[in-house]
């Protein structure tokens, strides 16, 4: 008697290799998913915020502890506690007013230069045949390719006294620039290779965001009569406003943690006049040994840095 499936609609059953019958695919049931519909995001989240939790939220944590704490690394007693008394000690250190005042005259000088130089140069390329744009945009962007000891390095030697490539050329001029050793020009001076240095990243970014306006808004504005200084006030700044916030949010963070020109170029000097907060939170640290007091510094430093880009951020969102 031959068999024969009793069901027709259903599939018949398959062989198997050792003669034992299995499932057709349909009718083996997948594993639920919802597991991973609902976690899967954060499986993936996971090697980023284990990196974040070790290298930025505990450092903050440690860093705020060791700033209500007495802890010098040479003393060979224990970290005391202290509370605010390392905030109270910065309210009155002169010697951190100063590097704060100093820190203040290098943003106030750099982050206008910066912007508008970026700015400027942006609208000038964006201008130009698209062929032409990639070489000039390579160009301005390459010294910020340079590590700021190389960068460093080669502007202290531009700026040497005597031997200086840039007094060197004024020569013929009749004309001797006390670049480093005045305390009236040292600041101006780490400001001019700061701008050479770091005008490239705001240039690029400003670039995209030019391309980002659509020519409608541009033709519309010819046939009012918006051309030339016109069309840039009131189609192109407006426009930009977005990008341009975060350009100069991102330039006065960083400028206020300006570092490494003032210790590879001036070491601070002449008189302290270029010793900024970043640089005397280094010395009050790495060599006076003084750690709590440092994180305090720092805790300083990071409360006006967040002051002014809320400032920032509220100025641009009222406008």
Not at 85 to 112: C, H, I
Not at 262 to 267: A, D, G, K
Not at 279 to 307: E, K, P, Q
């Amino acid at each position: 008697m031959s068999s024969h499936n009793p069901n027709p609609a259903a599939p018949a059953p398959m062989p198997s290799k050792y003669g034992l019958q299995r499932k057709a695919p349909n009718e083996i049931k997948a594993p639920s998913g919802r597991f991973f519909r609902r976690y899967g995001g954060y499986l993936f989240l996971l090697p980023y915020l284990i990196l974040f939790f070790s290298f930025l939220i505990l450092p903050l944590v440690y860093g705020f502890w060791l700033s209500l704490v007495d802890y010098e690394m040479l003393s060979p007693e224990a970290p005391g506690f202290v509370g605010l008394d390392n905030y109270r000690e910065a309210m009155n250190d002169s010697y951190f007013w100063r590097a704060m005042k100093a820190t203040a005259l290098y943003v106030g000088m750099a982050v206008p230069l910066v912007i508008g130089l970026a700015l400027l140069m942006a609208v000038l390329i964006d201008s130009l045949p698209e062929k032409r744009q990639g070489f000039y945009r390579l160009m301005i962007f390459m010294p910020t390719m340079i590590t700021i000891t190389v960068a460093g390095l080669v502007w202290r030697w531009f700026y040497h006294s005597e031997f200086g490539l840039l007094n060197a050329m004024l020569e013929p001029l009749g004309i001797w620039v006390p670049w480093l050793t005045d305390p009236n020009w040292a600041m101006r001076s780490i400001v001019l290779m700061s701008v050479w240095w770091t005008a490239g990243v705001p240039l690029v970014i400003l670039m995209a965001g030019l391309k980002q306006i659509p020519t409608s808004y541009y033709e519309a504005g010819a046939i009012d009569g918006a051309i030339g200084w016109r069309r840039f006030v009131y189609i192109t700044l407006p426009l930009l406003r977005p990008i341009l916030l975060f350009v100069v949010v991102l330039t006065i963070i960083g400028s206020f943690q300006v570092f490494g020109q003032t210790f590879i170029i001036t070491e601070g000097g002449p008189e302290l006049a270029t010793r900024v907060i970043m640089h005397y939170i280094y010395d009050t640290a790495f060599n006076f040994y003084r750690m709590g007091y440092g994180s305090a510094l720092s805790w300083l430093l990071f409360v006006v840095i967040i002051t002014f880009s809320l400032i920032q951020f509220r100025v641009f969102r009222e406008r």
